[in-house]
């Protein structure tokens, strides 16, 4: 049963990455659509894409100069003879929904530069729940120490030793659903009780 489903997990991401392949190599996709539920659809896609080719490429930090460049080769597609390149202001909409996702974290008020996350905010929140689930820990109140690097936190946990920040952020997920209340602050430390 657990070899079908890995079959089946693996056969889903080859499937994404034909269809996000097939997308980068179509110039309309270039172009972000004014229709709005087309323009949330795209910009979904390209948060994805955008994502997988951080994480692909090992790139930890980077900012919207550096990706607006002429030299940032990402968001330009070449192969037809006419140059296809997303704008700047193109280029900020996908690095705010990667942001909105908890994908990056910008690192200053003026919103150029920023730091990829490894999991998004609400990958970790899920796998956050899940672990309060497995562990019983639904209604119990828990650090973010505990919940990060206790006896009850395996090393194969996707949020193990994660910094607080992006704890904290995937926290705060759970809690706009209604799945955890977050306690404390920044000077006496977060705790949170799952519900």
């Known amino acids: 049963m657990a070899q079908r489903f890995q079959s089946v997990i693996q056969d889903f991401q080859e499937e994404k990455q034909d269809y996000y392949s097939k ?5 309309a996709f270039y172009t972000i659509q004014d229709h709005a539920e087309t323009r949330q659809k795209q910009l979904a896609s390209w948060a994805d894409i955008t994502h997988a080719y951080f994480k692909q490429k ?6 919207l100069t550096e990706l607006s460049s002429e030299s940032y080769p990402f968001f330009c597609l070449q192969n037809l003879g006419i140059p296809k390149r997303l704008n700047r202001e193109e280029i900020k909409l996908i690095l705010y929904t990667l942001a909105q996702q ?13 730091q990829v996350q490894k999991y998004s905010a609400n990958e970790i929140a899920d796998e956050i729940y899940k672990w309060a689930k497995k562990n019983y820990q639904i209604g119990e109140i828990n650090t973010l120490e505990f919940i ?15 910094p607080d920040n992006q704890i ?5 997920v759970l809690q706009e659903n209604k799945k955890c209340i977050i306690f404390g602050d920044s000077t006496s430390g977060y705790s949170a009780k799952f519900q």
């Open 102 to 114: 908890g994908s990056i974290l910008w690192e200053n008020e003026n919103y150029d530069g920023f």
């Open 148 to 162: 990060v690097r206790g006896n009850q936190t395996s090393t194969n946990e996707k949020f193990y030793d994660l």
């Open 168 to 172: 904290l952020y995937a926290l705060e």
């Open 23 to 27: 997308l980068l190599q179509h110039p």
């Open 58 to 63: 090992n790139i930890n930090n980077s900012s």
